[in-house]
């Protein structure tokens, strides 16, 4: 527990400062209580002094220091020598108490604001953090891990946290100064009385250690299940073409039921655990007073003001114990929680930026791929490939699905580092270069359009951000996107909706292709490119394809065989191997895998 608290320390160690005006508040706060106990107690006695002949006396003060004492007896002989005598004395002290409890409610409101003002952007800063590092992890790290899981653990996990830096970190401050501060008051003025009524204090600490353990295990299966409910959302919104497309409203819906059902139960399991605990200390505090009671029959020269002093205290430090003992839940719950975040904020990037990287020039440099073999797991994607592409070739991947076409392009991206051999662009490793300056000389169209839910404008512009509206356009034009884009009610500064929702599969690929026209990069990759356009628009813009592609290295995978005819090099592969190499005619001539991939595509 001691490991999990630093680490939120160091969270939190920006705004040291508030934090540490929040924690002495919280102190000052804690230390008015028994000041508190001690003035009601003192005025009690100083404005009913009658009572000692009645056989109560007042408000012991042998024990207190002798500057205390001395003030008691000067107010207290004032107020028996007559209101008239010393008037300002009567209302010193009725101003006493609210005066105390306003101190008390504002050093309070202090602590939990700054407290919670710090929590707040100390969360802020580790989502930010959280959600940069899962950025920057490889490819790999999401193929086993659901967006669901990761939207989860970014947005519940370290709510789970916030807790313990405001309300949680309050109570850990001003509650045990609460505590401490009361029990010393009452040792001080009473230690028999105090003894006897904090025998029971142990038997507190028994539901709050049992319950702990029970809120740890439901906590970690609640963060489990609120994972699976954000993934189940988010695979049905995303896919809600298919889902009613194939009617499977209520399947979804059953599933997401199920899954909240259990999550509700964890829940309950965690409130049972914070609630219990609060009626039996309540339960042992109430033994402590019979036990006190007991005791004063039996020792008549008790004064009524003792017993109402100490009981007055306990029912003080009620509040605190229930506080603390919900913070044990608290902490245990944000524990759990926080080991999910802590781990993704551990997970190392499989493929690492160079130590010493060296500035990449990409242009008029040749690609080799150097006795490259990759796997997924056990699957095998590429086995010893190797390949030169020369700087301003065209080179064309074809093959059956999963023969390793798209893993090439991948490693070319850094995506993955191949497990044995290397990439190489101009002779040296691309492991030698850093992933950004690698990427930032290379641009990509992939068969799987990705737009995101902005302006088509801005969609175009992330090709390079900062490009003019001019070259924005022109790029549209280049890509055959300009004519429809301008029909468009509010042409460039269209909002396409999530992942271009608002626009045609044609429409969308050609806004990816003038993405890729702007960053004007040396080394192109199309993924199947014009895969998503009718024939019309294929035409259009392998046109413009074309006119991108001059003076350019380009790796393109192609279905379409139609478009890659004039390739300088056309590459075949077959589970993970190149089986044959050639341009288009010699490959026909050859009879092998591509003469027979060609005559399924145009047979007719």
Not at 455 to 478: F, P, Q, S, V
Not at 500 to 507: F, N
Request: charged share 20%; proline share 4%.
């Amino acid at each position: 527990m001691l490991t999990f608290l630093l680490k939120v320390w160091n969270l939190a160690k920006p705004y040291r400062a508030r934090l540490f005006l929040g924690v002495v508040t919280g102190v000052i706060s804690g230390l008015i209580s028994p000041l508190m106990i001690g003035t009601v107690m003192f005025v009690y006695g100083a404005i009913f002094p009658s009572l000692d002949e009645k056989g109560v006396a007042r408000p012991p003060m042998n024990h207190m220091p002798a500057f205390v004492q001395t003030l008691f007896t000067q107010v207290r002989v004032a107020l028996e020598g007559g209101v008239h005598a010393h008037p300002w004395t009567i209302w010193m002290l009725i101003a006493a108490i609210p005066f105390i409890m306003l101190l008390r409610g504002l050093f309070g409101y202090l602590n939990v604001y700054c407290l919670q003002w710090v929590s707040s952007r100390t969360i802020a800063d580790l989502r930010t953090r959280l959600f940069a590092h899962l950025l920057n992890l490889s490819a790999g790290f999401y193929n086993e891990n659901s967006s669901g899981k990761l939207i989860s653990r970014v947005m519940n996990d370290t709510g789970a946290l916030q807790s313990i830096l405001s309300s949680a970190t309050s109570v850990i401050v001003r509650d045990p100064i609460t505590l401490i501060s009361v029990l010393i008051f009452l040792f001080y003025q009473q230690p028999k009385l105090t003894l006897i009524s904090m025998i029971v204090l142990p038997l507190c600490m028994i539901p709050i250690s049992v319950f702990s353990r029970k809120v740890r295990h439901a906590s970690s299966e609640m963060q489990t299940q609120s994972a699976g409910l954000t993934q189940i959302m988010s695979e049905a919104f995303t896919g809600q073409r298919v889902v009613k497309a194939y009617n499977l409203e209520n399947i979804v819906a059953e599933e997401f039921r199920a899954t909240a059902r259990k999550s509700v139960g964890n829940y309950m399991r965690i409130v049972r655990a914070g609630e219990l605990p609060g009626p039996l200390i309540e339960f042992f505090g109430s033994v402590g007073v019979a036990l006190l009671l007991v005791y004063l029959i039996g020792h008549s020269e008790s004064r009524p003001t003792d017993f109402l002093q100490l009981v007055g205290s306990i029912f003080l430090m009620y509040q605190p114990m229930k506080n603390l003992t919900r913070l044990q839940n608290q902490l245990v719950q944000a524990r759990a929680a926080s080991e999910r975040a802590f781990a993704l904020l551990a997970t190392q990037n499989t493929v690492p930026e160079p130590a010493q990287p060296r500035l990449l020039r990409a242009d008029n440099a040749d690609i080799q791929f150097d006795h490259v073999s990759f796997s997924y797991g056990e699957k095998v994607a590429l086995h010893e490939i190797n390949l030169k592409i020369k700087s301003g070739q065209l080179v064309a991947l074809v093959g059956a699905s999963g023969s390793g076409k798209t893993t090439l392009s991948n490693l070319l991206l850094r995506f993955y580092d191949p497990q044995r051999g290397a990439v190489r662009i101009g002779g040296a490793d691309i492991r030698e270069f850093t992933t950004r300056d690698l990427r930032n000389q290379i641009a990509v169209v992939t068969q799987e359009t990705i737009l995101f839910n902005d302006t088509i404008r801005w969609n175009i512009e992330l090709g390079r951000i900062g490009a003019t509206n001019d070259e924005i356009i022109a790029a549209a034009k280049h890509a055959h996107a300009h004519q429809f884009i301008l029909e468009k009610p509010d042409g460039y500064e269209t909002v396409v909706g999530e992942k271009g929702v608002m626009l045609s599969g044609g429409q969308r690929q050609r806004i990816a292709i003038a993405r890729a026209v702007l960053r004007n990069a040396p080394i192109l990759i199309l993924d199947e490119a014009t895969n998503a356009l009718d024939t019309e628009s294929e035409r259009a813009v392998q046109t413009a394809l074309d006119e991108l592609m001059k003076g350019r290295t380009t790796l393109c995978i192609a279905h379409r065989l139609s478009t890659i005819f004039h390739a300088d090099l056309i590459v075949v592969m077959d589970q993970g191997r190149i089986v044959e190499t050639g341009r288009h005619d010699e490959l026909i001539r050859h009879g092998g895998v591509y003469q027979k991939l060609y005559e399924l595509q145009f047979r007719e």
